[in-house]
């Protein structure tokens, strides 16, 4: 897209009141809307990102085992750091290829595609003999990882009408914090063998239960297919007047881009779509950067080095439990409360957890503190806390707004860029966290968690907009607006 053809979308702002007045002129639009469609799709797409929930969070509770040299596979830290690593390395290639799968086969077949490499990486985690045989599985599986957000995040956009888009894209995180309890429950009692196999059958679920799904309007009005985009609106939202919608998704994609334009590329050629990719690039560094993938990668020899006065399997299920349950305060405060003030909100109420845990371990490992055993329960506290204010915005935020910030000519390729940066992201951040550590144990390692959500936030105030009730074509009015300013 270019700068010349973004100049004429405060023209669309217009059209866009002329259809919603001529709507409410001619009778079409019903007083009481039905979005139960909407929330089978949307929750039915998500299945995918349990997965990737699993997919990430799968190493934390048999860490300690894989090292103890308890279990056929030994590894040692260095080594953990590239099991996590290799997923988010799968995950670059895997978003690319989602890219192109969406606007050629549709966002539908793209993520009943993403069950292919989740049931090889499951699989293959099953007969693993070496450590090789673990990192051939996460990047197998990271293929289907960064696949995964793409296709959701876009598939959930599309076919959310405004008023409930904030509620069902925190089904992602939703989806993702059910992934990873699941993870910590079943790692706490069964082997690791067993453990695999029963990780396997959340693919197949997924397999099955993808059929189900409508493809959604907006892919068909880039084929130009209007019948069937026609249908899939009716589906969705219910009721059998949805010309007016119609007529604006069309007009919408029209003054966006000419479909002959469209490639990766265009993304980085406007200025608009540029600054989004920053912004969210930004607010995921911060999201993995101030204390998430360590929480959950590392978190039972977390609590184990803080020789804590609950098991550390006990401790990790009451962390992903706080980690699920939040996600069903988020999804109403984000569409009450809007996206920057719940982001601002969560990184304020972050720095307490963050200053527990790093005050703990600097008493229990540099200090003669003779209290503190009656303290061991802080680090469980602590880490449940965080897990209550990082999800009630960091957490899941970002990939809503994904979702929302770009044109839907070029979405899937920008959401594509923004899962790459991800997992580039991921692995440093797992690197980091392993030499902070080495270096300076944990204080150091809170400290730099501390000193990243001062800048994150500070980032937040002068650079995120608020994307509250807005449709995605008001959206994208707003930006143009704002970078002309």
């Known amino acids: 897209m270019t700068l010349e053809q973004g100049e004429k979308l405060p023209n669309r702002d217009h059209k866009y009141v002329e259809v919603q007045t001529e709507d409410k002129e001619t009778g079409n639009c019903e007083p009481k809307r039905n979005y139960t469609q909407e929330y089978i799709s949307a929750t039915i797409s998500t299945l995918g990102t349990i997965i990737c929930g ?20 030994q590894i040692t830290l260095e080594q953990s750091v590239w099991v996590i690593g290799v997923l988010h390395i799968g995950a670059l290639p895997g978003s690319i290829l989602a890219s192109k799968l969406t606007n050629y086969f549709g966002r539908k077949n793209t993520i009943f595609l993403t069950t292919i490499p989740f049931i090889l990486s499951s ?9 090789v045989h673990y990192y051939i599985a996460q990047f197998i599986g990271g293929l289907g990882f960064g696949a995964s957000f793409v296709v959701v995040s876009t598939y959930i956009s599309e076919i959310s009408s405004p008023e409930i888009r904030g509620i ?9 914090s059910v992934g990873i309890l699941i993870v910590f429950v079943l790692g706490a ?24 799904l409508p493809e959604t309007p907006y892919f068909h009005v ?16 219910n009721k059998s007047m949805v010309q007016d919608e119609l ?10 881009i000419p479909e002959s334009h469209q490639s990766f590329w265009d993304v980085f050629r406007d ?6 990719i920053i912004i969210l690039t930004v607010l995921l560094m911060g999201q993995t950067w101030t204390g998430f993938s360590a929480f959950f990668g590392y978190s039972q020899v977390i609590f184990e080095d803080s020789h804590s006065s609950i098991s550390a399997e006990t401790c990790g299920i009451f962390v992903a439990l706080m980690n699920f349950g939040v996600v069903f305060l988020s999804g109403p405060l984000i569409d009450r409360y809007g996206r920057r003030k719940l982001l601002m909100a969560s990184g304020i109420i972050t720095f307490l957890p963050l200053a527990m845990l790093g005050g703990y371990f600097y008493l229990q490992d540099y200090t003669n503190f003779e209290h503190i ?24 935020i970002p990939y809503i707004m994904a979702g929302e910030l770009f044109p839907t000519s070029v979405k899937s390729y920008a959401i594509s860029i923004i899962t790459i940066n991800r997992g580039a992201i991921g692995v440093v951040g797992n690197k980091i966290y392993q030499v902070v550590l080495s270096e300076f144990d944990y204080p150091g390692v809170f400290v730099m968690f501390i000193i990243l959500l001062i800048l994150l936030l500070i980032f937040v105030y002068f650079a995120v907009p608020e994307t509250k009730g807005l449709t995605l074509e008001e959206i994208q009015v707003k930006l143009r607006k704002s970078n002309k300013t």
């Open 247 to 256: 007529k604006c998704l069309i007009e919408g994609f029209k003054e966006e």
């Open 123 to 131: 699989l293959i985690n099953i007969f693993a003999e070496t450590v």
């Open 222 to 237: 880039i084929k130009k297919d209007y019948n069937k985009a026609e249908k899939a609106l009716k589906f969705l939202r």
């Open 271 to 276: 200025k608009t779509n540029l600054k989004s």
């Open 54 to 73: 699993i997919q990430f969070a799968w190493l934390g509770p048999i860490l300690p085992q894989l090292l103890s040299g308890n279990f056929k596979i």
């Open 168 to 176: 069902l894209s925190t089904l992602i995180q939703l989806a993702k």
């Open 189 to 212: 009692y069964l082997p690791i063998v067993t453990y695999c196999s029963v990780l396997a059958i959340f693919p197949i679920i997924q397999l099955i239960c993808t059929f189900y």
């Open 373 to 396: 055993e009656k303290l061991r329960l802080i680090p469980l506290i602590a880490m449940v806390f965080y897990k209550f204010s990082y999800g009630m915005g960091l957490s899941g």
